[in-house]
């Protein structure tokens, strides 16, 4: 299991009003440490600075069981930083110093594409798709990964503050979208791309659907509000939040969600997923996402599928 992209540091505020913890983090990454919880085998192709959180950043993927041979190292751009904010709901903001750095210079020759042949799924978002170096890496990726015959998956993991035009920002998701096998997007994201602020949870499912027919999963997850996951034929399935009135960090839930219903279709194989496996798979998606809201950061915290299926069976 490949991701390309982002990987950064998550400057976290510790809670005592002043200190702030440096925890690696970026959503490609997320979703690939969720993954290695769920015992796949996972690589990233990504790029950091030539500084102390590049280091920090390969040593987490070490802890995390994901391979960090295909990181590039920039000696040139820092480390991309985001500075995270929860509120009293733990729901969390974000602010970004990225325009110089290392992520986005990841270029076409850091990407590798007989390994990406050999891979089994690709992941992405958008953000690796915000300039031109970046794009064109992705793009690359993207097209071994088809030509592989690998499984596409897709988070359009919006940041508004990074990118200059929120025009392009549409039709670079929508160049996702249209590639992706697997989707896990945002009800607030559907609406930005369907440019409709009122749609529900079934409607935008429902447009995505007709919109982009190559879609074989589809998440559609509503913060607190819950989750809808669907297949083409079937039922969408509803899932209410793990309680959420005791979340403290938000940051990474939706990273950990995905992981979860793609490691749920990549589990199905060829077998198509019917109304109980989708319920199955987004019970336990949420359950992961709800006690990762009870941590703080992201990456080091996402809870094992021992802890997820304790934590399910006894749900507050």
């Not at 798709?129 to 015959?149: C, D, I, P, W, Y």
């Not at 940041?159 to 992706?180: E, H, K, S, T, V």
Request: glycine residues 10%; hydrophobic residues 45%; charged residues 25%.
């Amino acid at each position: 299991m490949l991701a390309v992209g982002e990987a950064l540091i998550d400057l976290t505020s510790a809670g005592d009003g002043g200190t702030f913890l440096a925890l690696p983090g970026g959503a490609p990454l997320n979703v690939l440490g969720m993954l290695s919880r769920l015992g796949r085998k996972t690589a990233l192709i990504g790029k950091v600075g030539r500084d102390a959180f590049g280091r920090r950043i390969g040593g987490a993927l070490v802890k995390n069981g994901i391979d960090g041979a295909f990181l590039s190292v920039d000696p040139i751009h820092p480390t991309t930083l985001a500075v995270v904010s929860t509120d009293e709901k733990g729901e969390r903001s974000f602010a970004f110093y990225r325009e110089d750095g290392a992520d986005r210079f990841l270029c076409p020759a850091d990407v590798d594409a007989d390994l990406i042949k050999r891979a089994r799924a690709l992941h992405f978002g958008s953000l690796s798709l915000t300039h031109q170096e970046n794009r064109l890496a992705t793009e690359k990726a993207l097209s071994a990964a088809k030509t592989a015959g690998a499984v596409v998956s897709f988070d359009p993991n919006l940041r508004p503050l990074l990118w200059r035009d929120l025009a392009y920002a549409r039709r670079q998701i929508d160049f996702g979208m249209q590639n992706a096998d697997v989707v896990k997007i945002s009800l607030d994201e559907a609406r930005f791309l369907l440019r409709d602020d009122a749609l529900s949870l079934s409607a935008s499912a429902a447009s995505l659907f007709s919109r982009y027919p190559g879609i074989r999963l589809l998440s559609v997850t509503d913060g607190q509000n819950g989750s809808l996951v669907a297949v083409p034929g079937v039922e969408p399935v509803f899932t209410p939040a793990f309680s959420p009135e005791k979340a403290i960090d938000t940051t990474g839930c939706g990273d950990c969600f995905c992981a979860c219903m793609l490691d749920a279709f990549l589990s199905a194989g060829r077998r198509d997923l019917s109304g109980a496996d989708l319920a199955s798979a987004a019970a336990f998606a949420a359950a992961a996402a709800g006690l990762l809201s009870r941590r703080k950061g992201a990456l080091d915290s996402m809870p094992t599928k021992e802890e997820i299926k304790a934590f399910a069976n006894v749900r507050p």
